[in-house]
């Protein structure tokens, strides 16, 4: 009937699209999959319903209107990401579970290795000196497009896949930034991509970088360090959010550093005076710190934790440890305020009468934006578009925005794209080094309720269930085209890195804020050292 009454050549975009999947509401049923102990054949039933679930899928239940815009070759790659959505979602899932703290992502990394090598990709694990670091080549010749990948968790955010707070017991970690969905999105994407080459004979190499603790770490600054970059044309990235959108943008600047304090021990009550605190050390410091707010330019900011101050009243503390974060928008400024707090640190130690040491933890650049990557994303973003939630997702989603405070709900951001824009970010991340060298993009898709905050509960809630699922394949499926956008149209990589060179100059020499130290392994460790 439908043959009957469409017009010639519809039909044939329509049975990619019905293929396509539109973000498919039956994740529920894949998720329960990993909660028990699936043979090998029951795997393989599944992913036969799965793909006849696709196939009968009408276009009504579709929030896509891009489908009559897409050539064959684009609806094709996105029909394979979507016959493959189960496979990523229980990849993703397996990750949520892991909640694996940075340069500790031992299982999660393993599992993305194994899954690319799965689809015939080169893989070289251990990189600069990073155990769960890796580069997953497949293809052969230019141009060269990288397609990065994180998987580390936020320690001290534990929750389960409900929409009211519930800490998961045992678990000390959560993917609270959604790096789970990062990193099986873009594996997706990146073999995805692979099997195009294939099918097509294209010249071309796509790599997927699996980038341990960004969260901290600054696992891709020690990759661009040792040159991991020198020869890719352009790197592309994403990162969950609660909202759709591509924009062009930048970041904060960022350097940390672990600041201790060592003293002398004493009785708090009967000897005093033979004391010296060192906890007195680091509440000197912050004072200072805290005095100094008034005097930076407005667009710094300075935060700190205690890490280590004592463990007990009665005994003055011969340790003590403060941990801090200090942002600017650009790396030279953030060099001179950087110098100021270390000064009201060795100020402090002088005060008191303790030593102290401070250890560089990580530093990024800020992002450099790339409007010609950025506009390429966009246009790609808006051809796959957004989802509509499911009546169970819904209720998930109006249960949890409770917890917002918020007067307005958001919900809706979900299925829509935002207007191209300009990005000026408060956060920072270590794409931005990368960004530096390399012509970077990057974009968002809704993995959390609308409304949610990053680093939250409510941010692992979401992920850890179906509106997480759909948000990442949209990431996929927009990574994929984008790349596939750029190998088809050489001139556009050639358009961006002449924008890279122009932003940052031409006489531009690349130095890490982080200087020349190794990786820091345990720096997710609070014992004293």
């Known amino acids: ?159 389960a896949a409900v929409p009211q707070r519930e800490i998961v017991e045992h678990q000390q970690a959560g993917h609270a930034c959604g790096h789970h969905l990062f990193g099986a999105g873009s594996t997706a994407a990146g073999i995805a991509v692979s099997r195009w080459l294939a099918k097509h004979e294209r010249s071309g190499t796509i790599r997927v970088y699996g980038t341990p603790a960004e969260e901290g770490g600054s696992g891709k600054v020690y990759l661009v360090r040792e040159g991991y970059f020198d020869d890719v044309d352009t790197v592309l990235h994403w990162h969950a959010s609660d909202r759709n959108a591509a924009n062009a943008g930048t970041t904060l600047a960022n350097k940390s550093a672990r600041v201790r304090f060592y003293g002398q021990s004493s009785h708090a009550a009967a000897a005093p005076e033979r004391g010296r605190s060192a906890l007195d050390g680091v509440e000197a410091m912050n004072y200072m710190v805290n005095l100094l707010r008034e005097h930076v330019p407005e667009s710094t900011r300075i935060h700190y934790v205690i890490t280590h101050g004592g463990l007990a009243p009665n005994v003055v503390p011969d340790f003590a440890e403060v941990y801090y974060y200090v942002r600017h928008p650009q790396a030279s400024e953030l060099a001179e305020i950087w110098a100021r707090v270390m000064s009201a640190a060795e100020a402090a130690a002088l005060g008191t009468s303790t030593e102290v040491r401070v250890e560089t933890m990580h530093g990024n650049h800020s992002m450099l934006p790339n409007e010609t990557l950025a506009k390429v994303m966009h246009r790609n973003l808006s051809l796959v578009g957004g989802y509509t939630m499911t009546s169970d997702e819904l209720l998930f989603a109006q249960e949890l925005e409770q917890s917002f405070g918020r007067k307005e709900s958001l919900l809706g951001l979900e299925s829509k794209i935002l207007p191209f824009g300009f990005d000026r970010g408060k956060g920072s991340t270590d794409v931005g080094d990368v960004s530096w060298m390399v012509p970077t993009a990057g974009l968002n898709t809704a993995t959390w309720v609308p409304g949610t905050s990053a680093h939250s509960w409510q941010a692992i809630a979401a992920g850890g269930m179906s509106i997480g699922i759909k948000g990442m394949m949209i990431a996929a499926k927009t990574l994929a085209l984008t790349t596939q956008t750029l190998m088809m149209n050489p001139d556009l990589t050639q358009q961006a890195e002449d924008e890279m060179i122009q932003r940052r100059g031409r006489d531009f020499v690349y130095r890490p804020l982080l200087g020349d130290r190794d990786p820091p392994l345990n720096y997710r460790n609070t014992q004293k050292p």
């Open 1 to 159: 009937l439908i043959g009957l009454t469409l017009p010639a050549g519809f039909l044939h975009a329509l049975k990619f699209h019905v293929r396509l999947g539109c973000h498919a509401e039956n994740f529920e049923q894949g998720k329960a999959m990993r909660k028990t102990d699936v043979t090998e054949g029951k795997k393989r039933q599944w992913s036969q319903l799965w793909r006849h679930w696709l196939l009968a899928t009408v276009v009504m239940t579709c929030t896509n209107s891009g489908a009559n815009a897409l050539s064959e070759a684009q609806l094709q790659l996105l029909a394979d990401l979507s016959a493959e959505q189960a496979q990523f979602a229980e990849i993703a899932m397996q990750i949520w579970d892991y909640a694996e703290v940075g340069y500790q992502e031992h299982q999660s990394s393993q599992l993305l290795q194994e899954t690319l090598k799965s689809a015939g990709f080169e893989v070289e694990a251990g990189l600069a000196g990073m155990p769960t670091a890796f580069v997953a080549s497949y293809g052969q010749g230019e141009p060269v497009i990288g397609i990065l990948a994180e998987f580390d968790a936020l320690p001290g955010l534990s929750q």
